[in-house]
């Protein structure tokens, strides 16, 4: 069996889809969500079954999960960028992510677990996914200071030799429409189009930086998946992992992809951003995929213009899932 946290969501119901697609069907999701039936990312995916996130802990942490298990992909978290309450985040993305260790270790399962780009913060320290240089790193934000404890600790146990620690950057792409403030700037600029003709991007309050040009690694879900599931394929590819394009871009060349796709001529607004976001806004991120690359991953990753003009015309139009 394979588990998956964070099952119903977002790159979570993505992993699903990309293992249903190598037959893989005895997959247990385990999510925040009362049942399936309530999240529409599930509806076209096969798994044996399903379990609440609270249900799950419960019985990993009182020894009741008796099935064998070849791999955990633990994927569930507050992913709220924004959350303010430390002790939510802590409990959740903390001390929830100590206890799935535990249990997969315990279980001789693959651990393959979520931690963020946010860890990284400005990016004054480099976005090394080099295990020597977490100590360095400083989040901005009380997320990214959760995912960065996760990964301390796995340190400091000795963890690293032997489970994966994913650092996402900016991923988008189909099943990410329940996220609501979470979603990608991909969808949020397709609807504002759609509504209005045109779409909004910050204004710059960094004068090495136009409006516009700050920069992010943008990457595609299923880029996202296949990276993810080259660590289910590689078991001796262990630590903590950059996933990412490797190429930053810039917000400017997203909302011209966005138009592109869309067939549609650029009508770009710049807005004031919130002053309580300009002290922890990132104004470049870029992953450092060395490492992966070295591990042996080899498969092309999708340029930032064919994979907006994939998820318009084949999701976004129609309103489609993986």
């Known amino acids: 069996m394979i588990v998956i946290t964070g099952g119903a969501g977002f790159i ?167 996220k609501a403030d979470m979603r990608s700037f991909v969808l949020k600029g397709y609807e504002q189009i759609r509504q209005t003709g045109k779409v909004k991007l910050f204004k710059s309050h960094n004068p090495d930086y136009k409006d516009g040009c700050q920069m992010r690694d943008f990457l595609y879900v299923k880029d996202a998946v296949d990276m993810t599931l080259f660590f289910l394929d590689n078991k001796t590819a262990n630590g903590v992992f950059n996933i990412g394009s490797g190429q930053a871009r810039t917000w400017l060349d997203l909302a011209n992809a966005l138009f592109a796709a869309m067939d549609l001529k650029p009508n770009i607004e710049f807005i004031d951003m919130p002053e309580i976001l300009r002290d922890k806004y990132q104004y470049f991120t870029q992953a450092d995929i060395s490492k992966i690359l070295a591990a042996g991953y080899k498969n092309p990753i999708t340029s930032l213009e064919n994979a907006v003009k994939d998820y318009v015309q084949n999701y976004l139009i129609s309103g489609r899932y993986l």
Not at 147 to 175: R, T
């Open 12 to 178: 979570g119901s993505a992993l699903v889809a990309a293992l249903n697609a190598r037959g893989i069907r005895d997959i247990l999701i385990v999510d925040t969500a009362a049942g399936p039936e309530n999240c529409p990312n599930l509806r076209s995916l096969f798994f044996a079954d399903y379990l609440s996130a609270d249900d799950f802990l419960s019985q990993i942490t009182a020894d009741k999960f008796q099935s064998p298990v070849e791999a955990v992909f633990h994927l569930g978290a507050c992913s709220s960028t924004t959350e303010t309450d430390i002790e939510f985040l802590t409990k959740n993305n903390v001390e929830y992510s100590k206890s799935v260790a535990a249990f997969a270790l315990e279980k001789n399962a693959r651990l393959v677990h979520a931690s963020s780009a946010a860890t990284y913060g400005d990016g004054s320290k480099g976005f090394s996914d080099e295990d020597a240089k977490l100590r360095t790193l400083e989040p901005l934000n009380p997320y990214g200071k959760s995912k960065q404890a996760f990964d301390l600790w796995a340190l400091d146990k000795g963890l690293l030799s032997k489970i994966v620690s994913l650092k996402y950057f900016n991923v988008f792409g189909p099943n990410e429409y329940h």
